[in-house]
């Protein structure tokens, strides 16, 4: 049987579109995160993305999953400068972004809903968590951005959104689905910094252990990461690719993409998963693969 095979990127951080000064910004955090980016603009270079995101359509993957923090301040500019980039990636239906504590900088001004991303939230309009079904997969598209005070870049999911996964990924278990989480904070313990942490992640940690899931993928750590929390079968793998749009000798770890190959086997299923990174040349090449499960 052919795998359906899954491409995951994070932590776009598209450089913003330049903005006139705006006084209602001049008190916020999102103009002192404009401060900020000039220090870090050379840590997120537009042609290491472009170069990733070549190298992802090259793959004609079946499904692209971005982790959060596709842009930097929730500017509605930039909001709108992100859709056209996703447009880019090809058919919308196909293409599933889970936002982060970037897109979700400031409450004032931001896309309430994350509206203009719609069509890469989900299928429908019952809010997050989104259930996508593609091939042998659900994927379950919680967020966990909320806009945080000053020097934080917190995460929360809410009990309310943990309830309705529970019961997604129960009924989607029933249906035989490999069960993807997606969401952009991490979920293992001492991955990121307290300030940097999802506030629930123990409360996420404890509703997975009873139902399980095939696989979680996230962001937000800028780092290639394989952690793993309790399942009620044993562990529940747990996947983080560094920023897409990192260069070779910047800050952090270069560009890199995840292959993610799923295909049915005898009473399960069979993960490969092959990652690609970029070079100092700024082409992109497979670094390595391994049996997942
Ligand atoms: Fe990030
Ligand atoms: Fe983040």
């Known amino acids: 049987m052919t795998a359906f095979r899954l491409a995951h990127l994070s ?21 002192l995160s404009r401060f900020a980016w000039r220090r870090k603009q050379r840590r997120h270079i537009r042609a290491v993305l472009d170069a990733i995101a070549a190298d992802v359509a ?43 504590n970037h897109d979700a900088l400031s409450a004032a001004g931001a896309p309430k809903s994350f509206a203009p991303w719609k069509p890469w939230l989900g299928d429908d309009d019952r809010g997050f968590p989104y259930l996508r079904v593609r091939g042998p997969v659900a994927l379950v598209n919680l967020s966990s951005a909320t806009p945080t005070a000053l020097h934080l870049a917190q995460g929360t999911l809410g009990a309310a959104q943990i309830e309705r996964a529970r019961a997604l990924l129960r009924e989607t278990a029933e249906q035989g689905l490999f069960r993807i989480v997606l969401l952009h904070h991490p979920v293992a313990q001492g991955v990121v910094a307290g300030r940097k942490a999802l506030t629930d992640a123990g409360a996420l940690r404890a509703m997975l252990a009873e139902t399980g899931a095939e696989l979680v993928l996230h962001g937000h750590a800028h780092e290639a990461l394989m952690t793993r929390t309790a399942g009620p079968a044993g562990p529940i793998p747990i996947l983080a690719v560094p920023a897409a749009s990192t260069p070779v000798g910047g800050h952090g770890q270069p560009a890199r993409w995840n292959e993610i190959a799923i295909a049915r086997e005898g009473a399960g299923f069979r993960t490969q998963v092959t990652a690609h990174g970029i070079t100092a040349a700024m082409t992109v090449e497979t670094l390595g693969g391994y049996v997942l499960c």
């Open 11 to 31: 932590d776009l951080q598209l450089p913003p579109p330049p903005l006139p000064f705006r006084w209602r910004d001049a008190a916020s955090k999102r103009l």
């Open 58 to 100: 090259a793959h004609a993957p079946d499904h692209v999953v971005i982790t959060g923090d596709v842009i930097n301040f929730a500017t509605p500019e930039e909001f709108a400068a992100a859709r056209v980039w996703l447009e880019g990636l090809g058919d919308q239906a196909e293409v599933t972004v889970s936002p982060g």
